[in-house]
C-alpha cells in the first residue's frame, strides 16, 4: 500500500443537508421572505414502494415461506447511520401549505448522497423520467442544487408562490 494514493485535503467539507441548507438561503433572500426554502428530518420512506392492503397483508402473514439468508448483507458497512432529509419550500401567509422538492438520503459518510427528486424538477434537471440521483460530491451537489433553483419550473413555481402571499396579505387588511 502507498500513501500516495491517498488525498489528505478535505474538499467536501460539509455534508449534503448544510449544503442544501446553504443554497435554500438564497430562496428567502430574492422572494423577500414571501417564500421560504427548508430541510427536515424526515422518517418515512424517500422511495416508491408498494402499499399492502389488509387482504395482502394478511395473505403474507398466512403463507409460510423459506428465505435465502445473503451473506452480503453481513459483510461491508455495519452499524451505519442513516440521515433522510425532506426539501420543501413554504409560504408566507399559507400556514399549513409545503411543496415538496426532494428527499435526501446519505449514510454515516457523506458522500455519495442520494437525492430523489419531484418528477418536474427532475425531469428539467436531467431531461429524463429519472427521479433518484447518486452525487459524489460537495461539488456536484452544490451545482445539482443551482440547476433546480434556477430551472424554468422552480421559477414559475416561485412566482406563483410570492403571488399567493401577496394575494394573503391583502386578504388580511
Given amino acids: 500500500m502507498d500513501k500516495g494514493n491517498f488525498s489528505f485535503e478535505l474538499l467536501d467539507k460539509y455534508a ?39 387482504l395482502a397483508v394478511l395473505t403474507t402473514a398466512i403463507q409460510t ?15 451505519a447511520e442513516q440521515n433522510k432529509f425532506e426539501v420543501y419550500l413554504t409560504v408566507k401567509g399559507l400556514e399549513h ?9 446519505y449514510s454515516t459518510i457523506s458522500y ?16 429524463r423520467r429519472k427521479d433518484i ?16 433553483l434556477n430551472s424554468d419550473t422552480m421559477i414559475l413555481l416561485i412566482q406563483s408562490l410570492i403571488n399567493e402571499s401577496l394575494r394573503q396579505t391583502l386578504a388580511v387588511f
Fill in 16 to 54: 449534503p443537508d448544510v449544503v442544501i441548507k446553504k443554497s435554500l438561503e438564497q430562496i428567502e433572500q430574492v422572494t423577500e421572505g414571501h417564500v421560504i426554502g427548508n430541510i427536515a428530518r424526515y422518517d418515512g420512506p424517500v422511495y416508491s414502494y408498494v402499499k399492502k392492503n389488509g
Fill in 65 to 79: 415461506s423459506s428465505e435465502i439468508a445473503d451473506i452480503q448483507q453481513d459483510l461491508g458497512e455495519q452499524g
Fill in 133 to 148: 440521483f447518486t452525487i459524489t460530491s460537495m461539488k456536484k451537489l452544490e451545482e445539482l442544487m443551482d440547476a433546480v
Fill in 97 to 105: 401549505y409545503k411543496y415538496r422538492m426532494m428527499f435526501v438520503r
Fill in 112 to 127: 455519495p448522497v442520494t437525492i430523489v427528486m419531484n418528477e418536474d424538477l427532475a425531469i428539467e434537471y436531467s431531461g
